[in-house]
């Protein structure tokens, strides 16, 4: 395990410096301690999620008093001082980073007629003798590897990878060696003597499938294993692309920016990934970055850093160690030479935005650009002109008219967003390559200019040369909709001020995010409207990494894999990573339980402060699970209470209503076409999965059965097992989930094994945009106790491989729907291209005629609110979306749109409160569990058979049958949900930071 300091300590203090302290007169409650959770809910029967379209819009909602939750972390100094002064709101800690934004490089369209793809061409695995001598006893024989990459032509030396040489038929006996140099990896593994026989090899990282080799007794057979990178692509990167990320990389200095820009509230990546994650830093990246543990001081030996800034010898003038012979010096951070903090305006060419501030890029990385651009095999003018003099010619708040640049061979098609930081980040880069490149921003209000930064290239010829910026909604079918199955194309744009939620686990990012399997079938994969990587990056050699961190066995494994990646991705420039918040959120104070003192206790539940999410959209599952009101509330009594206080009463007033604000508006509202993380919030509202993380803890330490009794997993080596994605592999995990018996959907629907295999294969097959990248190695699924009178409620999962991953990816991202409902339009059994993969396609109100299919078994339902065209009031599946006058709408909802969601009293976890409490699954599982120790098992069922017969207290209920003494309907409540828990695995001591009010109806506030 990588040991990475403590991100939390950090982030707290440095927004704790911008909070206001003890001697303000008048402040926000922030919160104090972690934030506790609740297992089941929703506490609040409704729930009305409003659109503002953008996130300055939805800050003043909320400063207005019409939001209770927000959705999106605040972004600057001043945004704290705002919110955070107000005594009716309530500020949130830094919960860490779950993700950064940063620039994204389409790696599809060439750049100025320089491809950044190339076909990639691999030779059939093969074995090679070299030597055979004497050696093992009578009947036996040995085997010494030499492992060759012959993608590269050369020995692999890597430390983590291990082959497995196994007896063919049989597969035993077997043995697993790994490089026998250890941590000093030669190349060479030894085999030790084993049986006589025929054996296949196959390694844990790399693609040496189908090699058979013969071992004949008393011998020690020498070869060499040419294998290729592990990766499904049909092409890679060029050096071009590297140089080209490397080039763009050096245009921002980022931690001055980030400084200027957010003060304490966003940190500087220090790569491709977030340390919140377990990963390290690059060595020698300076402090300033998020996780930078310093520079080396001069003269010390070359960083990684280092290494990768001088990886092409381009830089022969740079005192970088690595760059030329004697240099003593060290680049402070990925790409980025020295710490310039150059302003907006004070340079003839950088004009920015209305933000001001620092940021620009000073000589050194000017003049580093400029060589990584030539050395793509562009050129400059005049020609005798040097990076050097176009660096110099930076300089200056005077036009000169001609300077020394580069020569524009085309156009860039760069889009940015127009949110606070990636439109200001987006425009220094923007400006920078105007700049470099003869055409700088300043003259943009010239006629006739035609600049190199083209902002809007959806017309031929460009002609949008003055910055221009667009919302998420304008982008989609821009950037991420660029697949033929789209109707898009893979060209449309060149840069992308883009983000990366990143969750829990590298994984995240290294195999999600950037593996060619999510390209959509442009390098790899099935054709779909969303792909996952839609910037294209094709490279088998991340592909090889991030899957063997996927897939690996141990979590401490992984992470070492994932680890390498990151450098690999480092030394590629794959993204320019620019900023990433800390993660503080401001909520209505009238829902913080953390100040109860009598009608509330304050370990109860309410706002739940998620590990990396907080509350933003898509990371808001278990507080809006839990958001309560405080009893008696009154926003004008607080001392300092603002003059429009009583427009801050929770829910508006309503004790039954929690109010969300969306900041950006949504498209898409199915399981397979999703793509936002607001999109995401709805879906996964509604729809829901088998298994929960616990929100107060990063990672899969602490998984809990949501839908399930119990799930268990074995794996058998020897096991062959194959779908159409990676064809066959050897060595299969089998998984067997239980489902719990009062697992429903909305509409009242028993939850099937068939329903969750069905939604398991569906986003393999169809396949979801998303989803299908975490059941891209599943074999099968399939209900084991489905036939006719059976209760179908034990569901067999086949993997291939053993990942320490498979629980997660399985259990907490495959959202179950219900097969009656999609099958007509995904297929039975689904099929590729299914019509609810169509971006025509919408569940939430079928071409605008039909009752919507948005039924799951998640906490929340969407009913039809209304009568429209073809639908009833009150249709369970919805459309529960309107548009601005009130009329129902589909999944394209926009400015002063809204959607009504409602608890569903049919969910599982449903309902510790309101009018459905004594009659829901909770209160039963909750009845039956009498010693409340997260499950019901024998010492429960002992319990009431002792008392059978006898007007015991407790179990004499009448909210479970009637009469004065326990009877055989009590009995059977018990039977029923024998084995049923709300903590199980865990018990409630264990699961940190849970209520301790585990029982909502049995225990007092404090607990049991």
């Given at each position: ?125 093969s074995f090679t003798t070299t030597n055979t001598t004497p050696g093992c006893s009578t009947g036996f024989g040995s085997l010494q590897i030499t492992l060759r990459n012959q993608e590269t032509a050369a020995t692999i030396l890597d430390f ?849």
């Amino acid at each position: 395990m990588f040991k990475v300091l403590s991100l939390a300590v950090v982030l707290s203090l440095s927004v704790l410096m911008v909070l206001p302290g003890t001697y303000t007169p008048v402040r926000a409650v922030n919160q104090n301690g972690p934030t506790r959770f609740s297992p089941f809910g929703p506490f609040t029967q409704q729930m009305i999620i409003h659109f503002y379209s953008d996130f300055d819009p939805a800050l003043s909602a909320f400063q207005q008093g019409q939001i209770d939750i927000s959705d999106w972390t605040l972004q600057s100094t001043s945004q704290i001082n705002t919110f955070c002064s107000n005594p009716d709101f309530y500020c949130t800690s830094p919960t860490g980073p779950g993700g950064y934004f940063g620039l994204m490089i389409n790696n599809h369209p060439s750049f100025m007629g320089i491809p950044l793809l190339q076909p990639r061409t691999v030779g059939p695995v093969s074995f090679t003798t070299t030597n055979t001598t004497p050696g093992c006893s009578t009947g036996f024989g040995s085997l010494q590897i030499t492992l060759r990459n012959q993608e590269t032509a050369a020995t692999i030396l890597d430390f983590l990878n291990i082959l497995t040489v196994r007896n063919q038929p049989s597969g035993s006996p077997s043995v697993m060696v790994s490089d026998s140099g250890g941590s000093s990896p030669n190349g060479v593994y030894k085999v030790p003597c084993m049986l006589a026989g025929s054996y296949s090899i196959m390694s844990s990282v790399y693609n040496a499938t189908g090699i058979i080799v013969t071992v004949a007794g008393s011998t020690i057979k020498s070869g060499i294993l040419n294998v290729n990178w592990n990766s499904p692509s049909s092409l890679k990167t060029t050096q071009a692309r590297t140089l080209l990320g490397a080039a763009i990389a050096h245009l921002i200095d980022d931690p001055a920016w980030v400084s200027g820009a957010f003060g304490s509230t966003a940190l500087a990546p220090c790569a491709n990934g977030i340390t919140s994650q377990g990963i390290a830093c690059p060595t020698g990246t300076s402090t300033m970055y998020q996780g930078g543990l310093g520079t080396p001081p001069p003269g010390g030996p070359a960083s990684q850093i280092d290494l990768a800034e001088c990886q092409f010898n381009n830089h022969p003038w740079l005192n970088v160690a690595g760059c030329s012979p004697g240099a003593t010096g060290h680049n402070i951070g990925p790409y980025n030479i020295a710490d310039d903090k150059i302003s907006v305006s004070s340079e003839f060419w950088n004009t920015g935005t209305s933000y001001g501030g620092q940021g620009y890029s000073g000589h050194d990385d000017l003049q580093a650009a400029c060589d990584d651009f030539v050395s793509m095999g562009l050129t400059l003018s005049p020609s005798t002109a040097t990076c050097n003099d176009v660096a110099n010619a930076a300089t200056g708040t005077i036009d000169p008219g001609a300077y020394p640049h580069i020569v524009p061979n085309g156009q860039i098609k760069t889009y940015i967003r127009v949110n606070f930081g990636r439109q200001q980040s987006g425009q220094v880069i923007a400006d920078t390559l105007n700049f470099l490149f003869g055409t700088p921003q300043n003259r943009a209000s010239q006629t006739g200019f035609v600049g190199t930064v083209c902002y809007d290239a959806r017309t031929t010829p460009c002609t949008q040369f003055t910055p221009k910026y667009y919302t998420f909604s304008q982008v989609t079918p821009i950037v991420f909709e660029d697949t033929v199955a789209s109707g898009g194309s893979p060209d449309a744009w060149q840069l992308y001020t883009g983000s990366h939620s990143v969750g829990f686990f590298p994984a995240e990012q290294y195999f999600v995010n950037h593996n060619s399997i999510g390209t959509g079938g442009i390098c790899a994969g099935q054709s779909v409207i969303h792909p996952e990587n839609p910037e294209f990056w094709c490279d088998p050699e991340t592909d090889t990494f991030g899957s063997a961190g996927e897939f690996a066995p141990t979590l401490n494994l992984s992470e070492q894999f994932f680890q390498t990646e990151l450098v690999y991705e480092l030394n590629r420039a794959v993204d320019v990573p620019a900023f990433t918040f800390v993660n503080a959120f401001v909520e209505n104070n009238g829902w913080n339980f953390q100040q109860c003192t009598s009608q509330c206790a304050n370990t109860q539940s309410s706002i739940v402060n998620t590990e990396m999410q907080g509350t933003i959209a898509g990371g808001a599952y278990f507080t809006l699970l839990n958001a309560r009101q405080v009893p008696g509330y009154d926003p004008c009594a607080l001392p300092g209470a603002p003059v429009n206080c009583s427009s801050y009463k929770p829910g508006g007033g309503n004790p039954n209503l929690i109010r969300r604000g969306f900041s950006q508006d949504t498209s898409n509202l199915s399981p397979f076409t999703f793509n936002s993380p607001w999109e995401g919030e709805i879906v996964s509202s509604i729809f829901d999965t088998m298994l929960q993380p616990n929100p107060n803890v990063s990672g899969s330490s602490q998984l809990f059965d949501w839908g399930t009794i119990s799930h268990s997993s074995s794996f058998n080596p020897n096991e062959v097992g194959c779908n159409s994605i990676n064809g066959c592999v050897t060595g299969v995990t089998t998984q067997i989930w239980r489902l719990r018996n009062d697992w429903k959907f909305s509409d009242g629907n028993d939850v099937k094994a068939t329903d969750v295999a069905y939604s398991i294969i569906a986003n393999r097959d169809v396949p979801s945009s998303l989803l299908q990248v975490y059941v891209i190695n599943v074999v099968s699924a399939v209900g084991l106790d489905c036939a006719p009178g059976q209760p179908c409620k034990t569901l067999q999962v086949k993997i291939q491989g053993q990942s320490a991953l498979n629980d997660f990816s399985i259990g907490a991202t495959q959202l179950v729907i219900e097969k009656s409902l999609w099958a007509p339009s995904c297929g039975d059994p689904p099929v590729a291209g299914g019509v609810c993969a169509s971006p025509t396609f919408d569940p939430m109100y079928p071409s605008g005629n039909a009752p919507g299919i948005m039924v799951g078994p998640g906490p929340w339902a969407c009913i039809s609110p209304i009568a429209g065209t073809g639908v009833p009031a009150g249709h369970i599946g919805g459309p529960c979306s309107r548009d601005a006058s009130g009329k129902l709408v589909g999944s394209a909802i926009t400015l002063d749109g809204t959607v009504l969601l409602s608890e569903n009293t049919n969910f599982v976890r449903c309902c510790p409160n309101g009018p459905s409490a004594t009659s829901s699954s909770l209160y039963k599982v909750s009845y039956a569990d009498h010693n409340n120790d997260g499950v019901v098992n024998i010492l429960d069922l002992a319990d009431i058979a002792s008392h059978y017969g006898t007007a015991d207290p407790y179990w004499v209920n009448p909210n479970i049958a009637s009469g004065t003494t326990v009877g055989a309907i009590d009995l059977a409540t018990v039977a029923i949900y024998f084995g049923h828990g709300i903590t199980a695995p865990y018990t409630p001591r264990t699961l940190t930071q849970v209520d301790p009010q585990i029982d909502p109806f049995f225990c007092p506030a404090t607990g049991c």
